[in-house]
Each structure stands twice: as structure tokens, then as C-alpha cells.
Nanobody, 116 residues
Framework: VQLVESGGGLVEPGGSLTLSCKSSGNIFSINIMSWYRQAPGKERELVATDGGDGTPRYADSVKGRFTILRDYKYSTVDLQMNSLKPEDTAVYYC???????????WGQGTQVTVSS
């Protein structure tokens, strides 16, 4: 499984951005898809996950502002980000968990910078 993110960039506080992750390869082995982020000097953290059961879950810091959307037809998972704050600045990573326990895949990451 290969994951490729796109859509990062520079945005002003209060602005919006949509990240997209395209999966390829053995996509039928994917169970759960999620977005993580890692800010400078901080650990990587879970931002949003589709849960694999149709029930999205979000970090408290992004609830009400971010939306995760998984499209099975096109093998993509998007992260719609609204009302962005400077503290949302980080490298955002797409993650896929396989049906086989212990299998996980990562994209290369895309930089999101929120600054005026």
C-alpha cells in the first residue's frame, strides 16, 4: 500500500485548507484510515480517523473545525480543515491500518503552515 498526500501549504489564521490522501496498491487490505500531525519539537498525534466503522473520531483540539472524508470508490481520504489556527501548523501524515493486525502504512507528509 502506498499513500500520497497533497494539499498542504500556507494559510492565514481563520482560513481553510483541504488535504487529500490517495492510496494505491493493495487497497483492499486497508481497514482504517487516519490523519496524524507532528509539530516541531512535539510527538506525532492523531488528528482524525474514520474508525473503519463509519464513525469518525477527532482530537479534541480540532473537533468542530476538521472533517475527515473517506471515498472508497476513489481510494482517497480527505481532511477538510476550517478556522485554522497557528497551533495547527505541522506536518500532516496520512495513515492506513491494514486488516492484518500490526500492519500500518504512512504517507510522506505534507506541510501545513498557519500564519499571517
Amino acid at each position: 500500500v502506498q499513500l500520497v498526500e497533497s494539499g498542504g501549504g500556507l494559510v492565514e489564521p481563520g482560513g481553510s485548507l483541504t488535504l487529500s490522501c490517495k492510496s494505491s496498491g493493495n487497497i483492499f487490505s486497508i481497514n482504517i484510515m487516519s490523519w496524524y500531525r507532528q509539530a516541531p519539537g512535539k510527538e506525532r498525534e492523531l488528528v482524525a480517523t474514520d474508525g473503519g466503522d463509519g464513525t469518525p473520531r477527532y482530537a479534541d483540539s480540532v473537533k468542530g473545525r476538521f472533517t475527515i472524508l473517506r471515498d472508497y470508490k476513489y481510494s482517497t481520504v480527505d481532511l477538510q480543515m476550517n478556522s485554522l489556527k497557528p497551533e495547527d501548523t505541522a506536518v500532516y501524515y496520512c495513515n492506513a491500518e491494514g486488516l492484518q493486525p500490526g500492519t500500518t502504512y504512512w504517507g510522506q507528509g505534507t506541510q501545513v503552515t498557519v500564519s499571517s
